[in-house]
């Protein structure tokens, strides 16, 4: 918090603050559905039910992320880089084998029971992080130079 | 009943929404007309959780319940945070949080309206 690159470094501001909001909509559906599909009636699909909580908790940390901006954005795009192989992966798996995906869940069909919502939003995600990484590296830069005389 | 007060609450959001698309154009932030819209939405999403946990058991099919059951208990969650993030965002983007909640708040609730329906 005290070195100045790392506080100037924020996800949050500006158009950020929709794609916090966004991900914390997604978020939220999928952890509240998850955990009723786990405790409620989990041996229908398990592999289905355990990618979904996956996808909830992924979408969870990318909101914090997103929210926290500084440290966090390293750990953001991991996080975003892992929906979109998610959505990829299991969107493809359950049309090669719908009946070990009987509900719709965040991931299955590509997130169309989401309104295609999970395989747009990593890709923002992903473009946003990459902004806000850029501009902390042009900031760094300068403050760099800032202190270049004094330092050393 | 149930059916009834979530017209009321996509009532509500359609109105929070379109406010919000207003006082992003004109530039302002958020005020205390806007934030009691926000309220009056948050008032009628906590009767409608309410309302649907005692009256859950209308909906039969445990994997529609669980839909219906998760989406009533993060309803409310909606409004309050969008409008925490609006208060701290000074920009004009502040009403795009509040406009984007609204909305989620509009479809999730025709789509409680829709379950609910499909059990009368």
Known sequence: ?152 | MIAALTYVVVGLSVVLCGAAVVYAVRDRLIDDLLLGIAGLLELALLVVLVGGLVGSGHVTDSAERATFIAYLVSLPVIPPGTAFLAIKEKSRWAMGSIAVGAFAVGVMSARLAQIWMSYD
């Open chain 1, 1 to 152: 918090m005290t070195d100045p690159v790392l506080r100037d470094r924020r996800a949050l501001g500006g158009p950020g603050v929709l794609l916090v909001v966004v991900y914390g909509v997604l978020a939220l559906a999928a952890t509240g559905r998850s955990v009723l599909q786990i405790s409620e009636y989990f041996d229908r699909a398990p592999l289905a039910y355990v990618l979904s909580a996956l996808a909830a908790v992924v979408y969870l940390l990318a909101t914090w992320c997103l929210a926290r901006g500084g440290r966090w954005v390293r750990v953001g795009i991991v996080a975003c880089a892992v929906e979109l192989a998610g959505v990829l992966l299991v969107g493809l798996a359950s049309y090669l084998d719908p009946s070990a995906f009987p509900d719709k869940t965040v991931w299955s069909h590509f997130g169309q029971g989401y309104g295609f919502v999970p395989l747009v939003l990593p890709v923002l995600g992903l473009l946003w992080f990459r902004r806000v990484e850029r501009g902390a590296r042009a900031d760094a830069a300068v403050h760099e130079q800032d202190v270049a005389p004094t330092s050393d």
